[in-house]
């Protein structure tokens, strides 16, 4: 379901104001998998949505499509891919995303660990950079 469908489903007078808060993956399924949407509404009320996605896919947000063929060798286990503009459920703005999918629940899984896992060790290498940084500024 896109975030129009749901915008219209649930009648929200103003789809920017719709803001999803956290976004669960709740499945262990070959063949499609289930997500948990937990989201407010414009008037403060709280409500989650369960989607069933057969197409097993995760997406990245394309800041430089030069980049593209840099992504995609990091993921060698793919099925095919595409590029889509789309407007997240924490955005008001459209983005271009590179959809990633995956012949089954698995390797989806297998895959987003390892992302996961490069920009926790980057965003450690950089926060040791900002510590560096840091601690030179002390000493002068």
Same mark, same amino acid.
């Given at each position: 379901m896109s975030?129009?469908?749901?915008?219209n489903?649930?009648?929200?007078?103003?789809?920017?104001l719709?803001?999803?808060?956290?976004?669960?993956?709740?499945?262990?399924?070959d063949?499609?998998? #289930? !997500?948990? *949407? &937990?989201?407010?509404?414009? /008037?403060?009320?709280k409500f989650f949505?369960n989607i069933i996605?057969y197409?097993?896919?995760?997406?990245?947000k394309?800041k430089d499509?030069? #980049? !593209?063929n *840099? &992504?995609?060798?990091?993921f /060698?286990?793919?099925?095919?891919y595409?590029?889509?503009?789309?407007q997240?459920?924490?955005?008001i703005?459209k983005?271009?995303f590179?959809?990633?999918?995956f012949?089954?629940?698995?390797?989806?899984?297998k895959a987003?660990?390892?992302f996961?896992d490069k920009?926790e060790h980057?965003?450690?290498?950089?926060?040791k950079?900002?510590?560096l940084?840091k601690?030179?500024?002390k000493?002068?």
């Open positions: 975030r129009a469908e749901i915008v489903k649930y009648q929200i007078t103003d789809p920017n719709f803001f999803v808060y956290k976004a669960v993956d709740a499945s262990n399924y063949d499609w998998y #289930l !997500l948990y *949407l &937990y989201s407010v509404l414009e /008037n403060g009320q949505i996605e197409n097993i896919f995760f997406d990245i394309l499509p030069s #980049l !593209l *840099l &992504y995609l060798e990091e /060698n286990d793919y099925e095919s595409d590029i889509i503009n789309k997240p459920f924490d955005s703005e983005f271009n590179l959809r990633i999918y012949s089954n629940h698995q390797k989806h899984r987003l660990q390892t996961k920009v980057l965003n450690k290498k950089l926060q950079i900002y510590d940084k601690t030179k500024k000493i002068m």
